[in-house]
């Protein structure tokens, strides 16, 4: 979907007058976001070969804050303003624990760099303004919904993440504004559920917390990623299920398919610890050390019980890395 394509309905977008910052020049900061990613690229197969989303400019000097799948693995980065500036962007790093990545402009934007706010200081039930491209017509007005942990099929795990409705349609690197026109966080994920009654369906979008970017900032900035061990990584994309935690799919050659999983497998244990949600899980997983440990999975394949022994690996290894041309 391109950018040109949509809009927020005039109804649901902030108004000018029901804030006490510039909203043109705060909206001015958030940025359209274009990669292309090789087609023998790891993640092209899941994530595609053109992707498109936002980005946040946080940095006078053209530092662009977005989430981190839309550029992982990119040979070209396209960078585009409101105004319709372009220029070329190199991805400096994507972080996988938090799911955020840089990318630098390598032109003038133009744009003035966003302030940094903080999630703890917007209460449940506040409004926020969640933002994509395109100044007003791709703002939203919404609100806070919840603060909660959140696990993600892909090995990906956040003590608290946002959440935020009604959803955003172009939520992937969008920005989310506090009332004082301050960055909170970047969109990740829509997110559908029903409401308690179960008679309607909802939606919504889980936001990444900005909090989680000062920590790693410099190391990004500096290295492309965080300078610690990596954490165990089994290539298994598990989900919750009535019987237990399903294997729904496997990275393909990845280190649990080379184990012997297969999709269908219930997990049950990690070194004999019971396991019955995926936060569980993976918390047991990255406790067993750093990439490249050995992880003991109990399973139950079509009712009988079986062990296999997955040897971790950094996912970061597979990954194509950027290049400046």
Known sequence: MEQQDWEIPAQARPRQDHVAFDLGSTLSSVVSVRADIPEDAFTASILGTERLGNGIVI??????????????????????????????????????TTGLGLVQALGRLEVPAVRLGSADDVAIGEEVIVAGAGGESGALQATLAGKREFAGYWEYLLDEALFTAPAHPHWGGAACFDSEGRLIGVGSLLIQGQTEDGKETTSGNMIVPVDLLPPILDELKMFGKIQKPARPWLGIYPTETASGIAL?????????????AVVGD????????????????????????????????????????????????????????????
């Open 266 to 325: 219930i997990i049950t244990a990690v070194a004999g610890a019971d396991v019955e949600e995926l936060a569980e899980l993976y918390r047991r997983i990255w406790s067993m050390g750093q990439a490249g440990c050995e992880v003991p999975l109990t399973i139950n394949r079509r009712g009988e019980e079986m062990h296999l022994t997955i040897k971790s690996i950094d996912r970061n290894d597979l990954l194509k890395k950027p290049q400046l041309h």
């Open 59 to 96: 940095e006078d000097s053209g530092l662009v804050l977005t989430i981190g799948y839309l550029i992982t693995e990119a040979s070209s980065v396209w960078l585009t303003t409101n105004h319709n500036t372009t220029a070329q962007g190199y991805v400096l790093g994507y972080d996988q």
């Open 248 to 260: 729904a799919g496997l990275a393909s050659d990845g280190p649990a398919q080379a184990a012997g």
